[in-house]
């Protein structure tokens, strides 16, 4: 079945009639020949979730799907007759949430925040725009904003509504590696799918126990619980360096380490997935040994808070560069010549695990107490996750990844 798929695409641009450089935000519709196939020849590895608060059911996720080595999620999309007549709206948004990191379908401890991203077909996408934007400060309101339309972060209705060929028309020029890749990259979105018996399912992440120690009501981790969720592995990195995910099968690992962050970190409790939780969907998970259902929480823990801190250092670089007087400023230059060519869905990505340790030792020598990339967390907490993330490293492979693994400067 073909089907379109509105996508973001960024590209270095001289508008007509301008000085400098702008980066070129626009959308394009793809089309895509989506392949279709039984439910008999598909396997469901786990039936749908659901967890009970207070007498209320509240629905996490819906079943999953093995076909071909892979797993997919339902999408909420059906077809007839050959036309999508649900659900069609995530797929003619480009830009639907930009700005958001908000998490994909997950069940929460709390039972008011059983939410999913709508987008997720363009999410990733996003996430290398966006990652980009901020390495160059450029992802805000300011002077440094120099994308083509301007980007205001939410809603991002002009780029929404400017499609790549009207573009064409106001420019004087454009990168034309910066198109293969965005186009690329909406290949590698759209082999993504799968129709089954007519309804839309989407290759994903594994499903994973998130054990997040972000501290509420002040900063105060006495006022704060451990939190224990049941989500889907992010997809982008996110700046939520104090959640620790875990795959399905080190339940168990994930329940010790919100008991010993609970006593470390001294904080009021452990919410966990309830034990109806434990009794009715755990055993269903019959192929938690699948590969499609692992990853290295070290690793992923190394990637996440390497990220975040790298993005934070390049933000602040830019806006307070006397505050970098005593880093060198090879060293950064090389950080923001590997975040401008990164790309996680097209295999590129950055050796966190080599660059961690003067990742950490910069952010904590220049970062003030409050850092506009981090300010859902207080800095005391980060500091925290910054040691477990690099104790982690032990528990990492020699090498983890081939693009920037240069050995990281002394700082």
Request: net charge negative; with cysteine.
């Amino acid at each position: 079945m073909q089907i379109s798929i509105k996508l973001p695409v960024m590209a270095r641009a001289f508008i007509k009639g301008a000085r400098s450089e702008s980066r070129l935000l626009v959308s394009q519709v793809h089309q895509v020949d989506v392949p279709s196939v039984s439910a008999m020849e598909t396997e469901v590895p786990i039936r749908t979730v659901v967890t009970n608060f207070g007498g209320r059911a509240y629905h996490g996720m819906r079943e999953l799907r093995l076909h071909d080595g892979k797993l997919y999620r339902y999408l909420g999309i059906n077809a007839h007759l050959g036309k999508l007549d649900d659900g069609g709206k995530m797929l003619s948004e480009a830009f639907g949430d930009f700005g958001l990191r908000s998490a994909d379908f997950f069940a929460s401890t709390e039972g008011r925040s059983d939410r999913r991203d709508y987008y997720p077909l363009t999410k990733p996408i996003r996430g290398v725009i966006e990652d980009r934007l901020d390495a160059l400060s450029m992802n805000g309101a300011d002077i440094r904003n120099r994308t083509w339309p301007k980007l205001f972060a939410v809603p991002a209705w002009e780029n929404e509504a400017m499609s790549l060929d009207a573009a064409m028309d106001h420019v004087q020029e454009v990168n034309r590696d910066d198109l293969e890749e965005a186009f690329a990259m909406h290949r590698a979105q759209a082999d993504r799918l799968l129709m089954i018996d007519n309804e839309l399912w989407y290759e994903t992440t594994p499903p994973c126990i998130a054990v997040e120690t972000q501290w509420r009501a002040g900063g105060k981790p006495s006022n704060s619980a451990v939190i224990v969720r049941y989500r889907h592995l992010p997809e982008t990195m996110d700046h939520a360096i104090t959640t620790t995910y875990y795959p399905i099968s080190a339940y168990r690992e994930a329940h010790e380490a919100a008991d010993e962050a609970n006593r470390k970190f001294r904080m009021a409790g452990v919410a966990v997935l309830t034990t109806g939780f434990e009794r009715d969907n755990l055993p269903a998970f019959a192929h938690g040994d699948h590969p499609a259902f692992q990853f290295d929480q070290s690793e992923d823990l190394v990637r996440r808070t390497g990220h975040a801190l790298a993005v934070t250092i390049l933000r602040n670089a830019v806006q307070r560069p006397d505050k970098f007087a005593n880093v060198g400023g090879g060293w950064l230059s090389e950080l923001e010549s590997a975040f401008a060519t990164f790309n996680p869905l097209l295999g590129r990505d950055i050796d966190y695990a080599a660059r961690l340790p003067a990742l950490a030792e910069t952010f904590l020598a220049v970062s003030p107490y409050k850092t506009a990339a981090l300010s859902m967390l207080s800095y005391k907490q980060v500091r925290k996750a910054i040691e477990v993330a690099v104790e982690q490293l032990d528990n990492l492979p020699i090498s983890v990844h081939g693009l920037a693994t240069a050995p990281a400067r002394a700082l």
